[in-house]
């Protein structure tokens, strides 16, 4: 862990409070984010966990540059993010992979070298690393949600990105695929040394892949708790120190882990916060 | 095996059926102007050995196809920047939705009038028809668009006409194919109408002159034979085009 003390940050998040306007002029503007301070070292694993609507995907599409934050910045090595990059790539929970390429294509599509050759090379290296050998003329709608979830990790792996923003990536995957694929992205993840912001609910799966933890509370969020996670992988979410720190997160939380609320109301189970999702469709350009 | 059998031999046994009872029907009434199904063969024979029936046949396609590819040339370009950008849907959309609901029969006279007995009348008719289809769908595809696709397009560096072509068209395509089958359907009945009315030639015209020129109602039921042979056809034209792996994800079937 000495070579991360060394590390230099590489995401500032910056004194950021994020406030969406209802359209609707009578009704009252939503308070998401407060005051969010965060430095994020570069080749770092850090998840994000809050309850549900809590605005940790609006942090996340903030940093990717999909949403303007209210007050505040995020600078990505020193640069201040207004817009998305092809150096920082977003994998969506509802799976951004494009239907009318095949893998290969769709692997292909952010890469930016020239030469169809060293192309060629890079889309099958990253094929073969998410385990899809011999898909590569298959088409989305033949596989199954966890391999175009692995087809969405090698496109953004193949655009040679250094940071990865991850929105609840395994959200709408069944349990088994899950375990599974958090499995092959610690395996990437240590080959490839990319900074990832990973955002979801799952507290284990938190637990498992991070080196820190960011946890919030309800909206309006800000961060409660930044929990390191000083367990060699890959991780036993048996271990003793890992159920240790499942538990202390749930407290910061405000739950116990069977999701009893412990101190006041506990959350509210509000719709997912849609802070990327809505973003009106006129304003996409 | 026994499916694909099935969907050849069950339409052939409904179609002898429905010319057994023709054919019976018009021996029962002892209809001397209604023709019988082989009456109607004869006929078809007939055109086919004077070689009209050829003739009117290409008049007829050339007609759809040169209206029908304006209105794609036209409606598709259209539609999607109308999708694209709002203030060019705000512009337009009312415009086309008044236009849309007059039926292409209902401006036979105005094409006569500005083209004449011509080629020009039947093809402007057929380009109108058309196009709403092709505009409305390809407007609706776009506006269908799952903002992830273009999210992520945006995310790796794709803007501009190349965000056009990368994403928003194939994303699109499989509804605008939807409106193009649509509209090649409405096209090929307007043919026939304005046919009847605006020229010379055509399957539309053969029918209304089989039956002003001597009540020669074979060869008006060999006409609308030929015009339901050919709209199968070109149905399956394009219901192949809807096979493709490009489309085939966005097509409910």
New interface residues.
């Given amino acids: 862990m000495t070579d991360r003390r060394a590390a230099r940050a590489k995401i500032v998040v910056r004194d950021l409070w994020m406030t969406f306007k209802s359209p609707d002029k009578r009704k009252p503007s939503v308070h998401v984010l407060e005051d969010i301070n965060l430095e994020i070292l570069d080749g770092e694993f850090v998840c994000i966990v809050g309850p549900s609507g809590c605005g940790k995907s609006t942090l996340l599409n903030i940093a990717g540059g999909f949403l303007q934050a209210t007050a505040g910045e995020v600078r990505i090595e020193d640069k201040v993010v207004t817009e998305p990059d092809p150096r920082h790539i977003f994998i969506f929970q509802e799976n951004g992979v494009f239907p009318w390429l095949n893998v290969e294509d769709n692997v292909g599509f952010g890469v930016k070298r020239p030469n169809p050759a060293e192309r060629a090379k890079l889309v099958e290296h990253y094929v073969e690393m998410v385990g899809l050998t011999g898909f590569g003329n298959t088409f989305p709608r033949e596989l199954s949600g966890g391999m175009r979830q692995r087809v969405e990790i090698a496109r953004a792996l193949a655009a040679e990105p250094d940071v990865l923003f991850m929105d609840e990536p395994f959200g709408a995957l069944d349990y088994l695929t899950r375990l599974r694929l958090r499995a092959e992205v610690m395996q990437i993840w240590q080959r490839e040394r990319k900074t990832v912001m990973f955002v979801t609910h799952d507290v284990d799966e938190a637990v498992q892949l991070a080196d820190r933890v960011v946890v919030m509370g309800k909206r309006p969020s800000r961060i409660r708790d930044i929990v390191t996670v000083d367990v060699s992988r890959p991780r036993d979410l048996d271990d003793p120190e890992c159920r240790r720190l499942r538990d202390h997160i749930f407290g910061v939380m405000g739950l116990d882990h069977s999701g009893l609320a412990t101190e006041v109301q506990g959350v509210d189970a509000a719709e997912e916060d849609e802070g990327g999702k809505v973003v009106n469709i006129n304003d996409r350009r | 095996m026994r499916a694909k059998l099935e969907s050849v031999l069950l339409p052939l046994a409904v179609a002898f059926v429905f010319v057994a009872v023709w054919h019976f029907a018009v021996r029962w009434t002892g209809s001397d102007i209604f023709p019988t199904p082989r009456q109607v063969l004869t006929g078809t024979w007939e055109l086919a050995r004077q070689g009209v029936l050829f003739k009117y046949v290409v008049a007829s396609l050339f007609r759809v196809a040169t209206g029908y590819l304006a209105a794609v040339f036209v409606g598709i370009p259209l539609g999607l920047l109308m999708g694209?950008f709002?203030r060019f849907r705000l512009a337009l959309n009312p415009a086309i939705q008044v236009l849309r609901p007059i039926s292409p029969i209902a401006w036979i006279p105005v094409a006569i009038l500005w083209f004449g007995v011509s080629d020009a009348a039947p093809i402007f008719l057929i380009f109108l028809a058309s196009l709403f289809p092709i505009t409305v769908a390809a407007m609706a595809a776009v506006?269908n668009i799952?903002?992830?696709?273009?999210?992520?397009?945006?995310?790796?560096?794709i803007g501009g006409l190349e965000l056009f072509k990368?994403?928003v068209l194939?994303?699109a395509?499989p509804q605008i194919l939807t409106g193009l089958r649509l509209a090649l359907g409405v096209a090929w009945l307007v043919v026939v109408a304005a046919e009847m009315i605006a020229v010379n030639s055509g399957l539309g015209y053969l029918i209304i002159d089989a039956r002003n020129a001597g009540k020669r109602y074979d060869l008006v039921v060999a006409g609308m034979a030929m015009i339901g042979l050919i709209g199968l056809g070109l149905d399956v034209l394009v219901r192949r085009m809807e096979t493709l792996?490009?489309?085939?994800?966005?097509l409910s079937r």
Avoid: H, S
């Fill in positions: 694209w709002n506006q799952q903002l992830v696709y273009i999210r992520a397009a945006r995310n790796f560096g990368k994403v194939p994303a395509l792996d490009e489309v085939r994800w966005g």
